[in-house]
């Protein structure tokens, strides 16, 4: 049943600006930000979504997710690949005897323009190739013409078609303009069967942002108190450095609490992130700074 | 009445911006009779690494700008520096140089920019070449900038050896990060905001003030950072720096004694120096 959203939270943008510059000032010890690297790696769906896109690129980034710097020792795999329909069988015979996730984009990703009928066999597709996660897109349009009844619909009709892959639904919160809008997103994707929400395709700007996070963070929260059920979160789109998936981790630590602090429950979709985190494990073991020319491209 | 002195704040010049160093400390320096002159940025090594991926960021248009472009941008430092040469002459005295010597250095920086703007488009073919070969190929040679250079520049003459270090980079197509003169840095950072003046993109000249002897070691290893020069007399220094930097077998260039004044530290094989050289193998018959 579609929730009540009359009674939502109100955001007020100062106020989330202040409380997410609080979360960046954390001071991390060293020992500990060696541990959070460690932690976000072990989050990263490795993401390739582009036109170009090609077997061999895939096969790649999956040797790249299973063996993320050889030289480091004691390091995590990443937690998943993101990839098109048409990858999918690929991806899961590369990864094959590893214990990383295959997540597939579907629903006439990344606009989501097109019938039910279409973007279910969209979603029947890549599930019956093998993909283990579902990452899907609501209707933008639908949601802003005020239509949140077609929206919860149509992503429950997915997760039916999902079967057993887990869902995450993409809220595309640069396209929703409001904080209080991405609330109600938030809300509707969690009511219709959620297992992740994702802020972004990473096709649009701006994607992933900490107070857009924020916010669904603080809906995951309040459905956790209301039921009970524990709702995974997933930033996808312009988180490339460390120093900013550490502060996306600091605010998850205080938001939810430890019980997400983990692959189960937290997920970052990004791409040039991985070797960002790899170079500053190397510069925290050598002392030394490092050169993007001597890690591998994914 | 009389006025309130206006003390001007000297900070970094980082990316075309000017930041105060993100550790937060200072250093002061004296003029020759011991007084209190400013307090400079000590930057810190995390300012350096930032200098590093923004040099490292600029590097690729910069080299990829016309040679007419480069030149016209050098020619233009010298523009702007010499509408402002009584400014460096006065800081220059201030840190201890004679009014004759301020002044000759001074004058020197300038012609040495358009010396090295001249060179602009002409370098490339003294330093390329159709080299013969016996096999069936057209063999050709051309240089290419290294990429980003760390340059500590020398105590002395402040200006004029700090012009005739980074000119010479820059025109070849590298960005660079400088640590300035230790004991005589005010016309560094006032070096900066003719850079800034000058259409020079940010990112390709940075300019950091601090200790030698902290950031040194960093300048040296940094794996991002193709050439390192050095200039001064420590030859442990030198040692260690030769040490770090075969860690990812950066070119290390070393001058050790000089008057910048001389004539030969204006040469075209002063860009040649951290140029490096491309040989392609092109088949003609088959």
């Known amino acids: 049943m579609i929730p009540n959203l009359n009674n ?7 106020g989330v600006n202040e409380r997410i510059a609080r979360f960046c000032s ?29 077997t061999r690129k895939v096969q790649q980034l999956c040797y790249k997710a299973m063996h993320p710097h050889d030289t480091l020792k004691n390091i995590p795999t990443v937690a998943a690949v993101c990839v098109y329909p ?19 984009v579907a629903t006439a ?6 019938s039910l009928e279409v973007k279910l066999l969209d979603t029947k597709f890549a599930v019956d190739q093998g993909a283990d996660e579902i990452d899907m897109v609501i209707s933008r349009g639908e949601f802003l013409a005020g239509n949140y009844q077609y929206v919860f619909d149509e992503i429950a009709a997915v997760k039916e078609a999902c079967g057993k892959a887990h869902l995450k639904v993409i809220l595309e919160t640069g396209e929703l303009d409001t904080l209080d809008n991405v609330r109600k997103a938030s809300e509707i994707a969690i009511y219709a069967g959620a297992d992740f929400i994702k802020t972004s395709t990473g096709k649009i700007q701006p994607a992933a942002t900490l107070p857009v996070t924020y916010v669904m963070l603080n809906a995951i929260k309040d459905y956790y108190l209301k039921t009970g059920k524990m709702i995974g979160m997933k930033p996808a ?13 600091v605010m998850l630590n205080e938001v939810l609490g430890e019980k997400w602090m983990n692959k189960n429950y937290f997920r970052f979709g990004a791409s040039s992130l991985t070797n960002d985190i790899l170079m500053q494990l190397v510069k925290s073991e050598t002392g030394i ?5 001597y890690f591998s491209k994914d | 009445m009389s006025r309130l002195d206006i003390q001007k704040t000297y900070k970094l010049y ?5 930041p105060r160093t993100e550790s937060g400390r200072y250093f002061t320096i004296n003029d020759s009779k011991g007084n209190l002159l400013a307090n400079m940025c000590l930057a810190s090594r995390k300012d350096f690494r930032n200098a590093v991926v923004i040099a490292r960021n600029a590097q690729n248009s910069w080299a990829s700008a016309s040679a007419l472009n480069k030149g016209q941008i050098l020619y233009r430092i010298a523009e702007m520096l010499e509408g402002r040469k009584e400014q460096f002459i006065s800081e220059l005295i201030a840190q201890g140089e004679t009014a004759a010597n301020a002044k000759t250095e001074v004058h020197e920086a300038i012609d040495r920019l358009v010396y090295y703007a001249g060179w602009s488009d002409k370098y490339q073919q003294f330093f390329s070449a159709v080299n013969p070969v016996s096999s069936s190929h057209f063999n050709f040679s051309g240089v290419e900038p290294v990429g980003v250079v760390a340059i500590i520049a020398p105590e002395n003459q402040p200006l004029l050896g700090l012009i005739s270090v980074v000119a010479p980079a820059i025109v070849g197509g590298n960005t660079v990060i400088v640590l300035a003169s230790e004991t005589k840095p005010l016309t560094a950072i006032s070096f900066a905001e003719v850079l800034n003046s000058s259409d020079v993109p940010g990112g390709v000249v940075n300019i950091l003030t601090g200790k030698k002897a902290e950031l040194a070691g960093q300048m040296a290893s940094h794996m991002d950072v193709n050439s390192i020069i050095y200039c001064g007399t420590d030859e442990k220094l030198m040692k260690s720096i030769s040490e770090s930097a075969s860690l990812n077998v950066k070119r290390t260039i070393f001058y050790k004694k000089h008057d910048w004044t001389n004539e030969l530290c204006e ?18 018959e088959i």
Request: charged residues 20%.
């Open chain 1, 8 to 14: 939502l939270p109100v955001y007020d943008t100062t």
């Open chain 1, 26 to 54: 954390r001071s991390i010890k060293s020992s500990s930000k060696v541990e959070g690297l460690k932690l976000a790696l072990s989050m990263i769906d490795l993401t390739t979504l582009e036109g170009k896109d090609t």
């Open chain 1, 86 to 104: 048409a990858f999918v069988k690929e991806a899961k015979k590369a990864l094959h005897g590893s214990d990383i996730q295959v997540a597939s």
């Open chain 1, 109 to 114: 990703f990344p606009s989501g323009q097109s």
């Open chain 1, 237 to 249: 789109g312009g988180i490339s450095t460390s120093k900013i998936a550490l502060q996306y981790l």
């Open chain 1, 289 to 293: 700074y490092q050169s993007i020319n």
């Open chain 2, 14 to 18: 980082i990316g075309g911006k000017f």
């Open chain 2, 267 to 284: 040469s075209p094989y002063l860009i040649e120096k951290t140029q490096e050289v491309k040989t392609t193998w092109h088949p003609t």
